[in-house]
């Protein structure tokens, strides 16, 4: 078991096939949580702290495993604090207020609030605040009720957006609660142990892409939604499935 710091909330251990078979661990067990992982976690935590002087996390900490082929695997643990885990949670609380708004306010269709739904996710993923950036805001409706007749926005409906998951663990989940009949289209990534999910409307309709793509946000985060960002995967991501990646991922 080697052990290297990578800064203050990051440590990789490194695990020979030789060392698995000794602990008689496997990749799934790491992607489950399984009592034998949680016991290892441990001793590579307390190890850490002897050899790198490393802090264990006092909130929580991602878990990512990458497999190196004839040799062993490498398991990387970054701490998140609570405010990691309130960016995004931020970020689904105002996607849920947008969605009451253009509904109760604007009683706008179905198609047309998973547009401007999906348009928010995607204008956060390019960098912009998701608030400003969108097309309705709360000012919006208070504007279209004093004027009237509420006029329907137009749409710039968007065709992808590719989103990073921590673990194996947390995209099979995510893959698990999306129905099976969503025709969307799926390519997996991996670089540096993190996983990128590319997601591309495809033949579903507007309401489930944006649906599935508001989910993904509870599992992972929002990577990009630029196509240069897929040309750098592609380039110096590994593609682990190629095509219909999440019913390949579903448990």
């Known amino acids: 078991m ?15 096939n030789e060392e698995l078979e000794e602990y008689d661990i496997t990749y799934k067990d790491f992607v489950m949580r ?40 490498i398991l990387t643990f970054t701490e998140r604090t609570p405010e990691d885990l309130k960016n995004g949670a931020n970020l689904m609380n ?32 390019a960098g912009q605040d998701a608030v400003t950036g969108s097309t309705v805001t709360q000012g919006d409706a208070a504007e279209s009720q004093s004027g009237g007749e509420a006029s329907t926005p137009k749409v710039e409906k968007p065709r992808f957006a590719i989103f990073r998951f921590a ?51 509870e599992f992972g985060e929002l990577y990009a939604a630029t196509e240069d960002k897929v040309a750098y995967l592609e380039e110096h991501g590994e593609c682990l499935i190629g095509e219909k990646a999440l019913a390949r991922l579903r448990l």
């Open 2 to 16: 080697k052990i290297e710091r990578v800064d203050e909330k990051t440590v990789k251990c490194f695990l020979s």
């Open 34 to 73: 399984s009592d034998k992982a949680r016991e290892i976690v441990e001793e590579i935590m307390a190890q850490a702290v002897e050899e790198v002087d490393y802090k264990p996390p006092q909130f929580a900490f991602d878990l990512q495993i990458m497999m190196l082929p004839d040799q062993g695997m």
């Open 94 to 125: 105002y996607l849920r207020e947008m969605r009451r708004i253009l509904k109760e306010k604007l009683g706008l269709d179905g198609s047309t609030i998973a547009g401007l739904l999906a348009q928010a996710i995607m204008t956060a993923a």
């Open 167 to 217: 673990s194996m663990r947390s995209l099979c989940a995510y893959a698990s609660v999306l129905p099976k009949n969503l025709r969307v289209i799926s390519r997996l990534y991996q670089e540096d142990g993190t996983y990128y999910l590319y997601l591309e409307r495809g033949g579903a309709s507007y309401e489930r892409y944006s649906r599935a793509s508001i989910q993904a946000l």
